[in-house]
């Protein structure tokens, strides 16, 4: 009876699972409207493409290199050890495996959502201009040689991990995925951003979200979803769920609050794309930290949060690479910041309540190699798709528009030419005349 079926925790888990995969459709509709209506289609199937490829792959090898524990160095799992999910689901008596009370395959559901959306917010950089088979190559390749051992260090027992080396100064803390989510994400936006090379008029030409009530919605969705991404990372229907829930709804309010001061400050004016970002940058930065944190410390980390990516999105400019939806600027510097805040912000070894600096010492340590592990593996996966199935789609393709040339279709009913009949139309090689798939801000257009 020890380890009896949980209904309870594996009824809240199934729950959690669902709010997680709720997020790639709503990170789908905040990304689809941050881009140009010419675009709008594709940058939402670069979120579902990483559906499809990481819903296969994860069952296939990834649940086994993450979590297996016939672990290759400490830093990934066999991959042949659980393929397909052998001996995962079932005994041998048939009886489903628990673990701890929750069925193991309600594990590898939830943790399948993870990958998922880590994959999915990379594609946010390369927005517009990115080869939609490349980038399903890539989503293989990446979540198999990136997210997955990463995955298996620091939660799967490996060199990141509480049971790793650096265990002996202060353990580890990344309750739901700083390191493995965000930096790793934000760093292959960086690289990938680098590699494929900037959109035609980046930096002359303003490239405006076309839809910014589609913004906001989908930042509410994320929002909604993450409770289960943090809460969920409890694997429990307890006081810490409760805890991490309540941070995460105080972190996000204090970074739209920090974001909105910053633009206000700044530049005159609160907006309302500057709201949206600073719900995801305070989710971003509470990650890693929603189970360490009292809700008064996360309003601090919150707050920090969106003050800093509310500057940070403005490197793309500075330092000449075109991140074209900030996921640097976002994802990548909020986690860093919510990674390393829990050494000065954890109740139980934080700096600022007494614990020293161990904590915050190994916290930037994992920091510090997640994002070497992440840039390195990108940076050889990027290059190899680079020079063998190429990134770019052709500069007329661009101008004309991703949509119609990729997916021959619109996202809107433009001149009268709708989605429906744009595989119908005659004598061209694209679906769309340039007025219908160009149509949208005038200040988007180069001279």
Same mark, same amino acid.
């Given at each position: 009876?020890e380890?009896?079926?949980?209904? /309870? ?11 997680v ?8 509709? *905040? ?30 090898w990834?649940w086994?290199?993450s ?34 009370g929750?069925?193991?395959?309600? !594990?590898v ?5 993870f ?10 950089a390369?927005?517009?201009? =990115?080869? *939609? ?5 890539f989503?293989? *390749? ?13 939660w799967g027992?490996?060199?990141? @991990? ?10 580890p803390?990344?309750?739901a ?20 090379g900037?959109?035609? /008029?980046?930096g002359?030409?303003?490239l405006?979200p076309?839809?910014l ?5 989908? =930042? ?12 969920? @990372?409890?694997?429990?229907? !307890? ?32 907006? @309302? ?23 008064? /410390? ?8 969106g ?15 075109? !991140? ?7 994802h ?18 934080g ?19 997640a994002? =070497? ?5 990108t ?10 199935m /190429? ?8 101008a004309?528009?991703? !949509? =119609? ?24 090689t694209?679906?769309l ?9 005038? @200040?988007?257009?180069?001279?």
């Open positions: 009876m380890n009896a079926l949980d209904t /309870g925790l594996t009824a809240w888990m199934l729950v959690s699972a669902s709010l995969l709720l997020m790639t459709p709503g990170l789908a509709l *905040f990304y689809g409207g941050m881009v140009r209506t010419k675009s709008v289609l594709n940058m939402m199937m670069m979120s579902y493409g990483a559906m499809a490829v990481v819903g296969v792959v994860y069952v296939l990834g086994s290199m979590y297996s524990t016939d672990s290759i160095g400490g830093i990934v799992g066999n991959p042949f050890t659980h393929f397909g999910l052998a001996d995962t689901i079932t005994d041998g008596a048939g009886q489903y495996v628990l673990d701890g929750l069925p193991v395959v309600v !594990d559901g939830f943790q399948v959502t990958a998922i959306i880590t994959v999915a917010l990379i594609s946010g390369i927005a517009d201009r =990115a080869r *939609f088979g490349t980038w399903l190559v989503t293989a *390749f990446w979540v198999t040689l990136a997210y997955f051992p990463m995955a298996h260090m620091v027992g490996g060199l990141l @991990s509480g049971d790793g080396p650096f265990a002996s100064i202060a353990e803390i990344d309750f995925g700083g390191t493995v989510v965000h930096i790793n994400a934000g760093v292959a936006a960086l690289v990938l951003s680098l590699v494929i900037k959109r035609a /008029g980046f002359t030409v303003a405006r076309h839809n009530p589609l913004v906001m919605l989908g =930042a509410g969705l994320l929002w909604f979803g993450w409770f289960g991404f943090n809460a969920g @990372s409890a694997y429990g229907a !307890d006081g810490v769920a409760g805890l991490a829930w309540l941070n995460t709804t105080t972190a996000a309010a204090a970074a739209i609050l920090g974001w909105l001061v910053v633009e206000r400050l700044r530049d005159g004016h609160a907006t @309302s794309l500057g709201a949206a970002s600073g719900i995801v940058a305070g989710l971003v930065a509470i990650t890693p930290a929603a189970g360490a944190l009292s809700p008064v /410390g996360s309003i601090a980390l919150g707050g920090v949060a003050v800093l990516c509310a500057y940070a999105v403005g490197l793309k400019y500075a330092l000449g690479y075109d !991140d074209s939806l900030d996921v640097v600027g976002v990548l510097v909020a986690g860093l910041w919510g990674t390393v805040g829990v050494g000065f912000l954890a109740t139980e070894t700096l600022f309540y007494g614990g020293g600096f161990s904590q915050l010492a190994v916290q930037v340590i994992i920091a510090l190699l994002v =070497a592990i992440s840039a390195v593996i940076t050889v996966i990027a290059l190899g798709l680079k020079y063998t /190429g990134w770019r789609i052709s500069p007329d393709d661009e004309l528009g991703i !949509d =119609a040339a990729v997916h021959a279709e619109s996202g809107y009913d433009v001149g009268g030419v709708g989605a429906s009949r744009a595989s119908t139309l005659p004598g061209s694209h679906p005349p340039a007025t219908a798939s160009t149509a949208t801000d005038h @200040s988007e257009v180069p001279a």
